[in-house]
């Protein structure tokens, strides 16, 4: 590929090599391999469920140790709510307000419907900031529901009319109602924080990877709630803001894998996906951090079982991080008996899941010290897995490499070739699925901290269509946060409740019980 002279410039105002954007080329070229799927993650195979007993074991010892450790709350909340809205959106184009549309475009009662949606719109937490809003237009949203007046409710709320819902980003939505005001998604995570990720100096620390346009709108509410928040929960918030870095951005391709140019023959970039965040992950050089979507929250009253559970997968990492790093000094030390070497072997197969070759017994007791080594000196990742009960999304399976190594990992539906009758017979015997509910140990045994771009597998990246100004184009993404960006971590999965997933995909998902006052 030749590149212009303004080409190179464009690349390097953005700190991508030249290098670099050959390599994307070469991946549109030749596409990404489907994973392939050894097992689903079940529980007793890779997936582990604690019996009562043992869950409140867990929340003890994270209770008694916690104030050991750093402890950091990451909410990738970048994304734009827009999709939130399609529905609604869909809608307000094609509604004229005549009978014909009425009956039309308001015949399908269901949960997710424009139907359902102006039928309990009463209900949403935003609904008395868009009355109000309204009336400062010279409206009464009473009326306009009377006359069937649709649209400019809706004008008033999906845009900058108005509310400009669909353009503003999940966390800075109005999520849930109690009885002194609304909260926003990102309060929801705050009031969290403040239970399970604080410090013994009473600090909470909380980080939000935000889109740039949308920054000084977090900072400006954090600014406003945060006395709120300090005072109900006697801590002192420490927040932090970054953004997806331009060189993780990744170059879009025509149907025939040339660069797309825009009019002004500029090529045209698109950010890398949330896989770009291990950037910002590992920026923050925290030490046990907990990850969670900015949707996925609950009202107050639901809530306890998300604060048990946290507090059960982050013991459980205080557990495993503590053996490993014992283990890894006696490795350090090189003064291993055979025995020793034994135990350690169990406990990376049994405790950590780490796949251990036939070709281990044939190693001399070096070779079996330094793989020992390499295997156990790594990121750690508990992730929480729920019952699959039809909801889309990734899941847990044992996966096998070019070399049949095996290994846990979440694996996306993108990831896997349904056309393969073995590949899909195995996805239809997986149980659970990935709510992205993480705590991650990012620190060695030296208390320093891991490099986690060294710990990433570049061939699980993922191609997709799109489309700009009408012109068909195909878009890249780098290996998901994770998916493939934590390939080369330490993985154990444990079994959560049901209750501690409740994302809110459409603005109707607000609706659901869960996400309602009593």
């Given at each position: 590929m030749t590149f212009t002279e303004k080409d190179l410039k464009q690349f390097e105002s953005k700190g991508i090599s030249k290098e670099t954007v050959e390599k994307q080329l070469e991946n549109f070229k030749k596409g990404f391999p489907y994973v392939r799927l050894k097992a689903p993650a079940t529980v007793g195979n890779g997936l582990i469920s604690f019996k009562e007993d043992e869950v409140k074991e867990l929340e003890k010892y994270f209770n008694e140790n916690k104030d050991d450790y750093e402890l950091l709350k990451f909410v990738p909340a970048s994304g734009a709510a827009s999709r939130m809205f399609k529905h609604l959106l869909a809608f307000r184009q094609q509604y004229t307000g005549s009978q014909e549309d009425k009956e039309k475009l308001l015949s399908d009662h269901s949960f997710n419907s424009v139907w359902y949606f102006f039928e309990n719109i009463k209900k949403f937490a935003f609904y008395n900031e868009l009355k109000t809003v309204l009336q400062d237009a010279g409206y009464d949203i009473e009326e306009l529901l009377r006359k069937e007046d649709y649209n400019t409710i809706l004008d008033y709320f999906l845009t900058e009319k108005g509310m400009n819902y669909a353009r503003m980003p999940k966390g800075l939505l109005l999520f849930h109602d109690y009885p002194d005001g609304p909260r926003m998604a990102m309060?929801?995570?705050?009031?969290?924080?403040?239970?399970?990720?604080?410090?013994k100096n009473n600090v909470a620390k909380v980080h939000f990877t935000v889109s740039p346009e949308h920054q000084q709108r977090f900072e400006e509410v954090f600014a406003e709630k945060r006395g709120k928040y300090e005072k109900a929960y006697e801590v002192t918030y420490e927040i932090g803001f970054s953004q997806q870095k331009p060189e993780t951005d990744m170059i879009a391709v025509d149907m025939n894998n040339e660069p797309f140019r825009e009019p002004d023959g500029t090529i045209l970039f698109r950010p890398g996906g949330h896989g770009a965040l291990i950037e910002n992950l590992n920026d923050l050089q925290g030490e046990?951090?907990?990850?969670?979507?900015?949707?996925?929250?609950?009202?107050?009253?639901?809530?306890?079982?998300?604060?048990?559970?946290?507090?059960?997968?982050?013991?459980?990492?205080?557990?495993?991080?503590?053996?490993?790093?014992?283990?890894?000094?006696?490795?350090?030390?090189?003064?291993?008996?055979?025995?020793?070497?034994?135990?350690?072997?169990?406990?990376?197969?049994?405790?950590?899941?780490?796949?251990?070759?036939?070709?281990?017994?044939?190693?001399?007791?070096?070779?079996?010290?330094?793989?020992?080594?390499?295997?156990?000196?790594?990121?750690?990742?508990?992730?929480?897995?729920?019952?699959?009960?039809?909801?889309?999304?990734?899941?847990?399976?044992?996966?096998?490499?070019?070399?049949?190594?095996?290994?846990?990992?979440?694996?996306?539906?993108?990831?896997?070739?349904?056309?393969?009758?073995?590949?899909?017979?195995?996805?239809?015997?997986?149980?659970?699925?990935?709510?992205?509910?993480?705590?991650?140990?990012?620190?060695?045994?030296?208390?320093?901290?891991?490099?986690?771009?060294?710990?990433?597998?570049?061939?699980?990246?993922?191609?997709?269509?799109?489309?700009?100004?009408?012109?068909?184009?195909?878009?890249?993404?780098?290996?998901?946060?994770?998916?493939?960006?934590?390939?080369?971590?330490?993985?154990?999965?444990?079994?959560?409740?049901?209750?501690?997933?409740?994302?809110?995909?459409?603005?109707?998902?607000?609706?659901?019980?869960?996400?309602?006052?009593?």
């Open positions: 309060e929801e995570h705050l009031v969290e924080a403040a239970v399970y990720a604080c410090d046990i951090i907990f990850i969670k979507n900015i949707d996925n929250i609950v009202p107050d009253r639901l809530r306890d079982t998300t604060y048990l559970y946290k507090k059960v997968i982050g013991g459980l990492l205080f557990k495993l991080q503590e053996k490993t790093f014992d283990y890894l000094e006696l490795l350090e030390d090189g003064n291993v008996t055979e025995n020793e070497l034994a135990g350690i072997v169990t406990f990376a197969k049994e405790q950590l899941n780490i796949f251990i070759p036939t070709a281990y017994e044939g190693f001399d007791k070096m070779e079996k010290i330094d793989f020992l080594y390499n295997k156990l000196n790594r990121p750690i990742r508990i992730a929480g897995m729920v019952k699959n009960e039809g909801e889309p999304g990734g899941g847990p399976f044992w996966v096998e490499d070019e070399t049949e190594e095996r290994s846990l990992q979440i694996v996306e539906a993108s990831q896997i070739d349904f056309n393969n009758p073995g590949q899909k017979e195995i996805v239809s015997n997986a149980t659970h699925f990935n709510p992205v509910d993480l705590v991650c140990g990012v620190r060695n045994y030296k208390g320093e901290n891991f490099d986690l771009r060294d710990f990433v597998d570049p061939q699980t990246g993922f191609i997709s269509q799109k489309s700009k100004d009408g012109k068909d184009l195909k878009a890249q993404e780098l290996p998901g946060l994770w998916n493939g960006a934590m390939a080369h971590w330490n993985t154990v999965f444990v079994e959560t409740p049901l209750i501690t997933f409740n994302p809110v995909k459409t603005i109707n998902d607000l609706l659901r019980p869960q996400h309602q006052p009593e």
